[in-house]
């Protein structure tokens, strides 16, 4: 894992809607950003982060597979990308669970409360796609300042709309 900044901003991404290919960096010459790196578009628990940040966002998911199913559940509004090559998730340390682990993981308090919220909003899932990598986030001042870098633990682990709030008002 790295939190070298220059080394994450060149990662490529791939815009879900244009198709144009761009650098990580880019997101954050002029301007903070907060870009979330979801599990996959498919999964139930990262449509309920997704609907949570009510906030303008960069959302990047490890693949295209499931992509247009997430675009036009409305789940999120900002602008989606995905990786050009999973090592990006590598970069940042985002783990991959087993089949064992991911199984065991549905179970732990935190996913159990994030499934059944869903299902209360009824936000559906499916299995397309990378379903045993993990994700997180990272905020970037402007210019490049890394203020924060989240990793997830778990499926149903995320950083907070108030976390994200509270660290973009930092100086």
């Known amino acids: 894992m790295t939190t070298d900044i220059n080394q994450i901003g060149s990662q490529k991404v791939k815009s879900i ?5 761009v650098e990580l960096k880019s997101f954050w010459e002029n301007q903070n950003v907060a870009i979330i790196f979801f599990r996959r ?18 959302g990047i998911g490890v693949e295209e597979a499931g992509s247009k199913d997430f675009i036009n559940g409305k789940y999120f509004d ?5 990786v050009d090559n999973i090592s990006t ?9 087993n089949v064992v682990t991911i199984i065991t993981s549905l179970f ?13 909003m009824g936000l559906g899932g499916d299995f397309k796609g990378d379903w045993v990598q ?19 633990t778990g499926p149903g682990d995320h950083l907070s709309n108030k976390d994200i709030l509270k660290t973009e008002a930092k100086p």
């Open 41 to 58: 578009w498919g999964c139930m628990l990262c449509r309920l982060w997704a609907k949570e940040h009510n906030i303008k966002l960069i």
């Open 89 to 97: 998730y590598q970069l940042l340390g985002f783990k991959r669970f």
């Open 108 to 120: 732990w308090k935190q996913s159990r409360d994030a499934i059944f919220k869903g299902r209360g």
């Open 17 to 21: 809607t244009s198709g144009e290919t």
């Open 78 to 82: 900002g602008d989606l990308y995905y």
């Open 134 to 152: 993990t994700g997180g986030a990272v905020l970037v001042g402007k210019g490049g300042n890394l203020l924060r870098h989240f990793t997830q």
